[in-house]
T-cell receptor, first 114, second 109 residues
Framework: DTEVTQTPKHLVMGMTNKKSLKCEQHMGHRAMYWYKQKAKKPPELMFVYSYEKLSINESVPSRFSPECPNSSLLNLHLHALQPEDSALYLC?????????????FGPGTRLTVL | TQLLEQSPQFLSIQEGENLTVYCNSSSVFSSLQWYRQEPGEGPVLLVTVVTGGEVKKLKRLTFQFGDARKDSSLHITAAQPGDTGLYLCAGSNTGKLIFGQGTTLQVKP
């Protein structure tokens, strides 16, 4: 299994809603990532988990809350988002955090905030 | 701050033409990855290069890593409509990927 899966595929939410994005991988990878991507732009790193511990937070607003329940799962909890948070949210994983480890991306969740 | 400059940003060509995408930096990278992304989907890893001067071929795609590990190129021979997409280069030094701005390629039949 060389896939990273993400659910849901699409999500529409209001500014007062609370929702969660889910990511799963079964490649035995110990590093997992959340990225945000706007149209025709490269992905922007948000968070990195290494061995289930938060390793990097790229100064992301607190309305985004990551969680890593176990080595295969990564969640992103969303609360009180703004319309400008609408984007494609990508999850990725790699064997470990290393300069040589390839990152594999999931298909993304298309988020629209009304 | 490490930056990767990718060029061209947009490319529209006819089926059968050849093209080259460039990725340049003033910084040295331990490895460099190329991804292809279709609209609404996640980036798909095409190749990773780690050795200066390395050349890798994937069917009609040829990837090269500069001798000094500061630059890379992607050459596509006889482009096909199925090659259409966003091509991203990404360098790594600390485990964080530094992305280029991407090249949007459109191949017309």
């Amino acid at each position: 299994d060389t896939e990273v899966t993400q659910t849901p595929k699409h999500l529409v939410m209001g500014m007062t809603n609370k929702k969660s994005l889910k990511c799963e991988q079964h490649m035995g990878h110990r590093a997992m990532y959340w990225y945000k991507q706007k149209a025709k732009k490269p992905p922007e790193l948000m968070f990195v988990y290494s061995y289930e511990k938060l390793s990097i937070n790229e100064s992301v607003p607190s309305r985004f809350s990551p969680e890593c329940p176990n080595s295969s799962l990564l969640n992103l909890h969303l609360h009180a988002l703004q319309p400008e948070d609408s984007a494609l949210y990508l999850c990725a994983s790699s064997h470990e955090i290393s300069s040589y480890n390839e990152q594999f991306f999931g298909p993304g969740t298309r988020l629209t905030v009304l | 701050t490490q930056l990767l400059e990718q060029s061209p940003q947009f490319l529209s060509i006819q089926e059968g033409e050849n093209l080259t995408v460039y990725c340049n930096s003033s910084s040295v990278f331990s490895s460099l990855q190329w991804y292809r992304q279709e609209p609404g989907e996640g980036p798909v890893l095409l190749v990773t290069v780690v050795t200066g001067g390395e050349v890798k071929k994937l069917k009609r795609l040829t990837f090269q890593f500069g001798d000094a590990r500061k630059d890379s190129s992607l050459h596509i021979t006889a482009a096909q409509p199925g090659d259409t997409g966003l091509y991203l280069c990404a360098g790594s030094n600390t485990g964080k990927l530094i992305f280029g701005q991407g090249t949007t390629l459109q191949v017309k039949p």
